[in-house]
């Protein structure tokens, strides 16, 4: 089963490795990663998907927990979530009817062109999983000169009772390293 989480974190060097490392200390495989800073100052969300049982996803849950810069876990699957994928393909589209095509593909699946040279085109696309992964099936007819995709994020739609709750947000005391 899969299993979307999202941890709000402290923004201070080491985080990510830390986190990362006792994942893969205790054998859990991260299928996707995204980190970037929340609208709250010095606080960072990662959202991560991992592959388990209920039994591996509260291990998970746990050891996450236990880690100092680590305010708080949320499994965002438990709940209605949007989640996206963002991802920019460079695909081979010399002048003609090919180049027409990828057009045309890139529009039905609503994706944008973000770049045209004289032999390839660069498109950005986002969405959920399986409808990148069914662009990028499109596209392989045409060559594929290179692809770059982000980590899934999601968020949990409506009022999240689980979100970073405003009392919360007016206790933390953010540390710098400098301190």
Request: no cysteine; charged share 25%; aromatic share 4%.
């Given at each position: 089963?899969?299993h979307?989480?999202?941890a709000?974190v402290q923004?201070?060097?080491?985080?990510?490795?830390?986190i990362?490392?006792?994942?893969?200390?205790?054998?859990?495989?991260?299928?996707?990663?995204?980190v970037g800073?929340?609208?709250?100052?010095g606080?960072s969300?990662?959202?991560?998907?991992?592959?388990?049982?209920?039994r591996?996803?509260?291990?998970?849950?746990?050891q996450?927990e236990?880690?100092?810069?680590v305010?708080?876990?949320q499994d965002?699957?438990?709940n209605?979530?949007?989640?996206?994928?963002?991802?920019?393909?460079?695909?081979s589209?010399?002048?003609?009817?090919?180049?027409?095509?990828i057009?045309?593909?890139?529009?039905?699946?609503?994706?944008?062109?973000?770049d045209?040279g004289?032999?390839?085109?660069?498109?950005?696309?986002?969405?959920?999983?399986n409808?990148?992964?069914?662009?990028?099936?499109r596209?392989r007819?045409y060559?594929i000169?290179?692809?770059?995709r982000?980590?899934?994020?999601?968020?949990?739609r409506?009022?999240?009772?689980?979100?970073?709750?405003d009392?919360?947000?007016?206790n933390?005391d953010?540390?710098?390293p400098?301190?």
């Open positions: 089963m899969r979307v989480l999202s709000i923004n201070v060097p080491g985080v990510l490795a830390h990362s490392g006792m994942l893969a200390s205790r054998g859990y495989n991260i299928d996707s990663l995204a800073e929340t609208e709250i100052a606080l969300r990662m959202t991560f998907v991992v592959r388990g049982d209920d591996v996803l509260e291990q998970v849950r746990k996450l236990k880690i100092v810069t305010v708080s876990v965002i699957s438990s209605d979530y949007v989640e996206r994928d963002l991802m920019l393909i460079k695909v589209a010399p002048t003609g009817t090919k180049r027409s095509e057009r045309e593909l890139a529009e039905i699946f609503r994706a944008r062109i973000v045209v004289p032999e390839e085109m660069m498109i950005e696309i986002s969405g959920r999983e409808k990148v992964q069914a662009f990028i099936e596209m007819p060559g000169n290179e692809l770059v982000t980590g899934r994020i999601a968020m949990v409506g009022s999240n009772p689980n979100a970073f709750s009392e919360a947000r007016a933390f953010i540390q710098s400098n301190s």
